[in-house]
């Protein structure tokens, strides 16, 4: 079965802390993951895909098939980096049909 | 100028009654989808339409029926609502249906009493 997992509703860290929101998934074939995140009072956004091995707004997330993972992290959380995550494995069947996880909640406090 | 639009934003109904939740988007996509996110906040697709055909259709009770009357709108509409129905369902477009970002909307809260 395709699932993904979200182990932490709350991840709870001061600022200039290191962040991991860990996410693990299930899935038979090749996977492709994506964090998606939503600010306060903020749509739902695309906030990076493994394929494009980016950092954006200093996040990046590594693919690790032998741990099926797909963990996000951070070196130094910043208070405007708080809000809801959620990990999505895109699911075999040739459309976008994504997975997601029940999502992390990020606060970052000063 | 809001990309993917919803309404109502908000929604209180009694168990029985019918509604609708209306999509738009102005980003010339060709396929639309929507989510459920239940009160643990799992998000779930219910279905997906690319140029007015339907392509995902989950395992969704047939009291839920979409309606894409051109690529721009796909409109929800829900029978005899039940408690269970209570959640927030999102909107969500994408360019082509392929492997892209999806653009979300900002979400419908309906409340069945």
């Known amino acids: 079965a395709q699932r993904v997992t979200q182990p932490e509703k709350l991840l709870s860290v001061f600022k200039g802390a290191p962040v991991e929101l860990k996410c693990n998934y299930s899935?038979?074939?090749?996977?492709?993951l994506f964090w998606y995140v939503q600010y306060s009072r903020q749509r739902l956004q695309l906030l990076l895909r493994?394929?494009s091995r980016e950092s954006i707004k200093g996040f990046t997330a590594d693919l690790n098939k032998g741990e099926t993972s797909f963990h996000l992290k951070k070196p130094f959380a910043q208070e405007e980096d708080s809000a809801m995550y959620y990990c999505a494995l895109r699911a075999s069947g040739g459309y976008n049909k994504l997975i997601f996880g029940a999502g992390t909640r990020l606060a970052v406090h000063p | 100028d809001t990309a993917v639009s919803q309404t109502p934003k908000y929604l209180v109904t009694q168990m029985g009654n019918d509604k609708s939740i209306k999509c738009e988007q102005n980003?010339?996509?060709?396929?639309m989808y929507w989510y459920k996110q239940d009160s643990k906040k799992f998000l779930k697709i219910m279905f997906s339409y690319n140029n007015k055909e339907l392509i995902i259709n989950e395992t969704v009770p047939n009291r839920f029926s979409p309606k894409s009357p051109d690529k721009a709108h796909l409109n929800l509409h829900i029978n005899s609502l039940e408690l269970g129905d209570s959640a927030v369902y999102f909107c969500?477009?994408?360019?082509?249906?392929?492997?892209?970002?999806?653009?979300f909307g900002s979400g419908t809260q309906l409340s069945v009493l």
């Open positions: 980003l010339g996509h060709d396929t």
């Open positions: 969500a477009s994408s360019p082509t249906g392929g492997n892209e970002k999806l653009f």
């Open positions: 493994h394929i």
């Open positions: 899935y038979s074939g090749s996977p492709e």
